[in-house]
């Protein structure tokens, strides 16, 4: 009996683990669910400007932050079959930004992950007299100028950038995300 046991066990264990690697294949290859990709250029997420391209140009200097996903070029997917594919841009004056910052910058924007590294909430908050970002829910603020330090609040880490470039003032992805784009669970 226990033999049987064990080796029923092992066979839900297996299946298991068949369905769950499915689920990371697909998320792999689904370009909706895909992180941005070298050579992505960027759409609004919201508003009455979603799904227009993003230009350096239509975003005003230190003005509030905007949300936006990445766009095949060739196929024209847009990447936005996952929360954690959202990008957050804002222009700053090239003065303004760190060295480290400017050198993954196109035409003074910057570009961050969306999702907050404390518990996964949205940076969509802005802090006008400092032009920080900050967290909707518990108010970690982000220096974007700085390569999106921690200013304050409980976030264990800086936002993942995206380094762009711009083409005939598009904005491109350079490359993916600096790092993962992770968060901690709530306790």
Known sequence: MKDRRTVLKGFVSGLVGLGASAVLRAQGTDPHKMRPQEGDTFVYAFGHREGETVRASGLELE????????????????????????????????????????????????????????????ISEWADESANALCSCHESEFDLRDGAVV???PAPRRLPHLPLRSEDGVLVAAAGFSAKVRFQKEL
């Open 151 to 153: 200013i304050g609040g």
């Open 63 to 122: 003005s509030e932050q905007i949300t936006c996903y990445a766009k095949d070029v060739e196929s024209g997917v847009v990447r936005d079959g996952s929360r954690l594919n959202q990008v957050i841009m804002c222009r700053f004056s090239p003065d303004d930004l760190s060295e480290e910052t400017r050198a993954v910058a196109a035409d003074g924007v910057v570009a961050y992950s969306a999702i907050c590294p404390h518990t996964g909430c949205d």
